[in-house]
């Protein structure tokens, strides 16, 4: 079972950045999904296991940024000009999977889930 530990949340201005960090028990291709009260899980964001691939979801194309680390095996959502609708809890997942240029969109694809981490953006 992979490991995923997230940080970084929290109360934020709308307008205002937050980093979102996860860091993993090993290097796979990983993504980040948030939950809003009511709503389903979704997709914000995903990275290769190499890190050369990224994809959105275009609601935070252009304000968020998703990057890693691979020395310390940890996954990093830069977040930026963030918006009311961004408030929700924020989890990031990992596959299990080597395969290097992939980056994963649905959650079922997905075998390990953090904790969440609350962001809340306030008008």
């Known amino acids: 079972q992979v490991q995923l530990v997230e940080s970084g949340g929290g109360l934020v201005q709308a307008g205002g950045s937050l980093t979102l960090s996860c860091a993993a028990s090993?290097?796979?291709?990983m993504g980040w999904f948030r939950q809003a009260p009511g709503k389903e899980r979704a997709f914000v964001a995903g990275?290769?296991?190499?890190?050369?691939?990224?994809a959105y979801q275009d609601s935070v194309k252009g304000r968020f940024t998703i990057s890693r680390d691979n020395a310390k095996n940890t996954v990093y959502l830069q977040t930026n000009n963030l918006k009311p609708e961004d408030t929700a809890v924020y989890y990031c997942?990992?596959?299990?999977?080597?395969?290097?240029?992939?980056?994963?969109?649905?959650?079922?694809?997905?075998?390990?889930w953090g904790q969440g981490t609350q962001v809340t953006v306030s008008s």
């Open positions: 997942a990992a596959k299990k999977d080597l395969s290097t240029y992939v980056v994963y969109t649905r959650a079922a694809e997905y075998s390990d």
């Open positions: 990275i290769s296991w190499s890190g050369s691939y990224t």
């Open positions: 090993g290097r796979y291709p």
